[in-house]
């Protein structure tokens, strides 16, 4: 046992850096009222319409995001895998840009190059960049787990099979490719589902009612609040990634079954 | 694998009405891209070498030079740097304990989860998670007063060291997520041929475990470095985001709404020191990532 | 006195038992391979010979030595892996010196060795090289020449070919066994393939869920396998069934015809069900001549060209009888459905106890 004395100790730090903090921060957030531990700060954010609304465009915001970036996606990466394997380095490329050019630095150059434009001049327009910057943001998750997918089921025999059977091209892409990227799509949906639900950068700075901006404010206005809100945000996340854990399970047992 | 690909790709189609037309199928992204990142990227990369009566000019570099901008630079430079190797450290052993450290099983899915989970937490919930833990009524600063020793007023969660705990927060587990699976291709074979050939623990991690993982430490280092030199909303949240803010993002995301201000050209160039540097850093992990993966390719 | 000495080892993991009751001596500069299907435990015994695992009892003595509970880097024992396990950030030179440097040699001494071993195994010229620049066959022979350098008591192989195509291989186990020849150094090999134990092997350990079925040089254990299981696994056997006519003569019924075999079978009442073993290289196709030998007349089922070898089937009321005959030009092969008689001699009959 004593061999394990440095593992289990790197363990502990680590576990006591990330645990800390999320307990220091759930006690908190029961401390609403002096001498009783209560959900109250709970109920208050829950009750609060500003919470409802925010969470509500966030939604939204994430859903079409998702679908946009699918849409976009796939036919993408199909189209490389079968057609063009050339170019797979080049949009490998471009889906890792966003880690070069930082959220802050995207929005800026977004706000300015598209200033005096109905872009930036009306709420959809503004609605507009959100979702297209979230959708650069997601490029990097969507098009990493829609790449694996296609690689582990042959594209060009189930291409030309689906051909030889007299499928067109719409055909074959909705009812033969999608089916089967369809799990390594979801997890690639579900990191871009909690990217987008807790941003705060983007959305606060083409000042639009989201929900990582809704947090900044209430942040500076109330005091126990914010922490049920970081607790409510994180569930939020581990929900999300548990999704991922728990499709991707599914794929495996899906790919070894019929072996 | 890729000749073969092309020899069965290139025949069913390309006959029929040329080439030009399999270009088609990525144009929407490629079209996204350009709109969404290239295009304004490139935009901003350009004005910063031009005047506002569209005159080429170092004017507005040069204005990086004014103490407050060098200052943000340096903090930044700093932040990054010591919550890289921090996080980097603390991340690698933990991911060293949980993979070949030989820790049960279900620890490693357990931190790997987590990590997946805590990689992205940022903003209003971790600024106030350390509120809760490090604030002047958090957890751990009650817990060491009650032990006599008094954080307050040296330290302060707003402060350097303060931001840098923060921040260390989201880069371990980065580090974990991408060092894992790195430990985890380190043969057991190595470990015993280097035994059998009389080497010693320590000389085995010396000459062969160490090389080894080095371009992954080094390279995943970098891009905690980056990650923490693009980060903007938890330094938002923990130091107000004014026009005075000590970090380069702060600075940038202050000049969007000073736009209406008498210097346009301050924010591109702002920018552009910030893009040229995380080019820099992606590149040198590009190029490490490369170097690891030549070596552990057989 | 044995240079390497394993006695009574046993190795269980939890509730399973990996090697049971393993004794075994060899001699200085002896050439054993461990031979047996994957899971009979050879690798498992070669890792307790190297210190990797510690045999739950037992013990195991090199060169008059107890090392049972020495760590592996102080037993000076070299060691190949199938993976071949070179350190991918060194080059071919420093992967060879790395047992003397960590042996704090001096540099002129490891430089020496180096270029030494490099001769040995044919590439003076890639000192320079990494790993990855390399074939296979040439990785697993810089991670030969990085056992040898340390000069250790004992070379260990772990299935050192099976990572490579068939004819490196071949050429690669001819070099193995002229460099193990040169250096006299005392060796275990560990194979499941019977042909490469052959090959090489001074002797034989045929292994078996976890025990030894046989020790013996390579002419023994194909000839005289002890068991039933070394019969089937080195070489291609064929087992008949027989009923036991006459155990004082040794005759047998095979589907109604009369084999006789060398020696009498005390051991079995008559009508007992036994099995009988013969080599199909042993049996002739030619009915004629030889009045002491046995005869079984069948129909020819199916004929393999094989080159320098003709393999023919030949049904024999249910059962499959392999014959193998040496091609001759003069001879037609005969034609699939045609009856045939065969013969062989009554001591190229193993009769299996454990029928």
């Known amino acids: 046992m004593g061999k394990r004395f440095w593992p289990w100790l790197w363990f502990l730090l680590g576990a006591s850096y990330f645990l800390v903090p999320l307990y220091a921060t759930f006690d908190f957030s029961l401390r609403a009222r002096r001498g009783e531990l209560t959900f109250a700060a709970y109920a208050n954010v829950l009750r609060d319409i500003k919470f409802v609304e925010s969470f509500s465009f966030s939604l939204q915001t994430a859903l079409a995001t998702i679908v946009v970036s699918a849409l976009v996606i796939v036919p993408t990466a199909y189209w490389v895998q079968l057609r063009l394997p050339r170019l797979r380095p080049v949009v490998e490329f471009f889906t890792l840009l966003p880690f070069v050019v930082p959220a802050v630095v995207l929005v800026f150059s977004l706000a300015r190059t598209y200033s005096r434009t109905p872009l930036t001049d009306s709420r959809e327009g503004l609605w507009v960049l959100l979702v297209g910057s979230y959708v650069v943001l997601s490029f990097p998750y969507m098009y990493r787990a829609v790449d694996t997918g296609l690689r582990s089921i042959n594209i060009h025999d189930l291409t030309e099979a689906a051909q030889s059977l007299g499928a067109g091209w719409p055909t074959i892409l909705m009812r ?41 404010l209430l942040a500076s206005s109330k005091v126990y609040e914010p922490s049920a809100l970081a607790i409510i945000s994180f569930g939020l996340t581990w929900a999300a990634i548990a999704a991922i854990q728990w499709i991707g399970q599914g794929t495996q047992a899906r790919l070894v079954g019929p072996r | 694998m890729a000749l073969l690909t092309r020899a069965k790709t290139g025949q069913p189609f390309s006959g029929r009405r040329g080439v030009s037309w399999r270009w088609l199928g990525v144009v929407p992204f490629f079209a996204f ?25 170092l004017q507005n570099i040069l204005q990086l030079g004014q103490p407050f901008i060098v ?35 279900p620890l490693r899915s357990a931190v790997m989860s987590f990590s997946g989970v805590a990689s992205n937490f940022a903003g209003v919930p971790l600024a106030f998670a350390f509120i809760a833990t490090l604030g002047q009524l958090g957890i751990v600063t009650q817990w060491l007063r009650s032990v006599g020793v008094n954080l307050y007023p040296a330290f302060s969660l707003y402060s350097f060291w303060g931001l840098s705990i923060v921040y260390i927060y989201f880069q371990i587990p980065l580090m974990v997520l991408i060092m894992a699976p790195a430990l985890e291709g380190m043969r057991r074979e190595w ?16 000459y062969v475990g160490l090389p080894i993982l080095l371009p992954s430490i080094l390279g995943t280092m970098v891009l905690l470095f980056g ?27 202050a000049q969007i709404s000073s736009d209406a201000l008498s210097n346009p050209g301050l924010g591109n160039a702002l920018a552009l020191g910030m893009i040229v540097i995380m080019g820099v850093t992606i590149g040198l992990y590009t190029w490490l990532q490369r170097r690891s993966a030549r070596w552990l390719r057989s | 006195m044995a240079f390497l000495e394993i006695t009574g080892v046993r190795k269980s993991f939890g509730a399973s038992v990996a090697v049971e009751s393993f004794h075994l001596a060899v001699a200085r500069g ?20 190297a210190g990797f695992e510690k045999p739950t009892s037992g013990r195991i003595v090199i060169d008059g030595v107890d090392v049972t509970d020495t760590p592996p880097n102080r037993r000076n024992v070299g060691m190949v892996f199938q993976s071949y396990a070179l350190f991918p950030n060194m080059t071919v030179a420093d992967n060879i010196g790395f047992g003397l440097k960590v042996a704090r040699r001096p540099a002129g001494e490891i430089q020496e060795r180096v270029t030494e071993l490099l001769r040995i195994i044919h590439m003076p010229e890639y000192g320079r090289s990494y790993p990855y620049q390399l074939s296979g066959g040439q990785q697993q022979r ?26 490196i291989r071949a050429s690669l186990r001819q070099e193995i066994r002229d460099i193990q020849r040169q250096l006299g150094i005392t060796t275990i090999y560990v194979t ?12 034989i350990v045929v292994m078996s869920r976890g025990r030894i079925e046989q020790v013996g040089t390579p002419f023994e254990v194909y000839n005289f396998p002890a068991t039933r299981f070394v019969a089937s696994f080195v070489g291609t056997l064929n087992v008949l069934q027989a009923t036991v006519a006459d155990a004082a003569t040794g005759r047998l019924s095979v589907q109604g015809q009369e084999i006789r075999v060398a020696r009498p079978l005390p051991e079995h009442a008559p009508g007992a069900s036994v099995g009988v073993a013969i080599r199909p290289e042993l049996i002739s196709l030619d009915g004629q001549a030889g009045h002491d030998a046995n005869r079984l007349s069948g129909t020819v089922a199916d004929v393999t060209f094989l080159g320098p070898i003709v393999r023919v089937q030949m049904h024999l009321s249910g059962d499959v009888l392999h014959i193998d005959i040496f091609n001759n030009p003069q001879l037609r092969p005969p034609q699939p459905g045609a009856p045939i008689t065969v013969r062989f001699a009554p001591d190229a009959c193993l009769v299996l106890d454990d029928a």
């Open chain 2, 191 to 206: 470990r015993e041929a280097s035994e059998s050939l009389g080497a010693s623990t320590r000389q085995f991690w010396r």
């Open chain 3, 30 to 49: 002896e050439f054993v391979s461990f031979l047996g299907p994957s899971g009979c435990g050879k690798t498992t015994t070669l890792r307790m010979v």
């Open chain 3, 192 to 203: 499941h393939d019977q042909e490469e134990a052959m090959a090489l092997s001074d002797r």
């Open chain 1, 176 to 216: 033969v490719i999608f089916p089967n990227v369809y799990v390594s799509l979801l997890s690639g949906a579900f990191i871009t589902f909690a990217i987008v639900m807790g941003e705060f950068t983007i959305a606060a700075l083409l000042a639009q009612p989201a929900f990582g901006p809704y947090m900044n």
């Open chain 3, 142 to 167: 810089v991670a030969l020449a990085r056992a040898l350098a340390i000069q250790p008591k004992l070379l260990l192989l772990d299935e050192p070919l099976s990572a490579l195509d068939a004819k």
């Open chain 2, 227 to 253: 990650n923490a030199f693009g980060a903007h909303a938890t330094a938002f949240q923990l130091t107000g985001g004014g026009s005075q803010g000590n970090v380069v993002t702060i600075l940038i995301g």
């Open chain 2, 33 to 57: 891209v350009a709109a969404f990142l290239i295009w304004p990227t490139l935009s901003i990369i350009g004005q910063s070498f031009l005047d506002q009566q569209r005159n080429l000019t």
């Open chain 2, 71 to 105: 200052a943000a630079y340096v903090y930044s430079l700093q932040l990054s740097a010591v919550t890289a190797l921090g996080g980097g450290l603390l991340g690698g052993l933990l991911a060293y304990a949980v993979t070949i450290g030989g820790l049960p099983r």
